[in-house]
C-alpha cells in the first residue's frame, strides 16, 4: 500500500511538474516574439528619427542658404563673415577624389585575394589569412589616420616631391588599405557559393585552374562582387577620421590627388570640434552636408541591392 501511494505521489509530481513546464514554455513562446518585435520596432523608430532629424536642420539651413547655390557653387567657404559660400560641390569633389583613389587600390588587391582564397589557397593557408584580414579590418580608423600622416605621406613626398603634406593621395590609398578585407572577404563568400561541378565540369573539359577561376567561377559569382564593390564604396565615401587628419580642411574643386582637399565627413568634424556656435548657419550647414552625404551612400546601398537581385545566380 505504501509503496503505491509512493508511486502515486511520484506521478502527480511528475504531472505538476509537466504542467509548470508546459506553462513556462508556452510562456516564452509567447513573449520571445513581442521582445523581439520591440527590438525590431526600436531599431526602424531610432533610423526614422535620424532621418527626421536630419531633414528638420537641413530644412533650417535652405531657409537661411539658396538650394540651387548650395548645388551648383563651387566654392565652399563658410568661416568668411563678409561673404560666405555654400557651394557643396567642392565637398564632393573631395570625397569622391579620395573613394576613386581608394578603390583604385582595394578593387584589384582585395579580388585578387578572394581568388586566391577560394580557388588556390588550401585549407590550412585558408584559416591563417582570413583571421588577419579581420585584425586588419579591426584597426581604429584614427589609427589609419596617423599612419596615412606619419608614414603614407613622407613615403609619398620622397617619390612625389610636390606632394602637400595634407593631400587625397596619402588618405585615399590608406581607406583603400582599409576596405581591402570587407571586398576580399564578401567577394571569397560569393564565390565560395557557387557549385563545385562547375568547376569540376570545366576542368574536364580542358580549362586551367587560371580560365576555370577567370571565366566560370568569377561570372557566376558577379553579383555578389560587384555588391562588395558597391558597398566598400560606401564605406570610402562615409569615412572620417583617416581623411580628417590627412586630407586636410581645405575645401578646392580638384581632381589633382597631390592638392589639399576636404571631405563632407571631415567637414562634419570640424565644425563638430566647437568651430561654429549652435543656431548659427555654419551649424545648421553640417546637416546639410550629412544629408548629402546620407543621400550618398543610401543610394550605393539600393545599388547594391539592385545588382544582387538583378544578377543573382540561383544554384
Known amino acids: 500500500m505504501d509503496l503505491k501511494q509512493e508511486k502515486l505521489s511520484v506521478a502527480k509530481v511528475i504531472a505538476e511538474n509537466k504542467v509548470k513546464n508546459k506553462y513556462k514554455q508556452g510562456l516564452v513562446e509567447k513573449s520571445v516574439p513581442i521582445f523581439l518585435f520591440i527590438m525590431a520596432i526600436i531599431s526602424i523608430l531610432t533610423t526614422i528619427g535620424i532621418v527626421v532629424t536630419l531633414l528638420l536642420e537641413t530644412f533650417t539651413f535652405f531657409k537661411r542658404v539658396d538650394l540651387i547655390h548650395f548645388i551648383t557653387s563651387k566654392e565652399w567657404f563658410p568661416f568668411f563673415e563678409a561673404d560666405p559660400q555654400y557651394g557643396i560641390v567642392a565637398l564632393i569633389s573631395g570625397t569622391l577624389l579620395v573613394a576613386v583613389i581608394a578603390m583604385i587600390v582595394a578593387i584589384p588587391i582585395g579580388l585578387a585575394t578572394a581568388i586566391y582564397l577560394s580557388e588556390y589557397a588550401s585549407e590550412r593557408v ?139 565627413t571631415s567637414y562634419i568634424v570640424q565644425v563638430s570640434l566647437g568651430d561654429a556656435g549652435f543656431g548659427s548657419t555654419i551649424y545648421y550647414s553640417i546637416y546639410a552636408v550629412g544629408m548629402t552625404l546620407f543621400l550618398f551612400t543610401l543610394i550605393m546601398n539600393l545599388i547594391a541591392q539592385w545588382i544582387s537581385k538583378r544578377f543573382r545566380e540561383e544554384y
Open 126 to 264: 585558408r584559416r591563417i589569412v582570413k583571421p588577419i584580414m579581420e585584425v586588419l579590418a579591426g584597426i581604429p580608423t584614427i589609427v589609419y589616420g596617423f599612419f596615412a600622416l606619419t608614414f603614407v605621406t613622407p613615403l609619398l613626398q620622397k617619390v612625389i616631391p610636390d606632394l602637400n603634406f595634407f593631400n587625397a593621395l596619402s588618405p585615399g590609398i590608406v581607406v583603400g588599405i582599409m576596405i581591402i578585407p570587407s571586398i576580399a572577404s564578401l567577394s571569397e563568400d560569393a564565390m565560395s557559393a557557387v557549385p563545385r561541378s562547375m568547376r569540376e565540369g570545366a576542368l574536364a573539359l580542358g580549362s586551367t585552374k587560371l580560365e576555370v577561376s577567370l571565366k566560370v567561377v568569377l561570372p557566376a559569382a558577379l553579383s555578389g562582387i560587384i555588391a562588395s564593390f558597391v558597398l566598400a564604396i560606401s564605406r570610402a565615401i562615409g569615412e572620417t577620421m583617416i581623411v580628417t587628419i590627412a586630407g586636410g580642411s581645405r575645401p578646392a574643386l580638384t581632381f589633382d590627388p597631390t592638392e589639399t582637399i576636404q571631405t563632407m
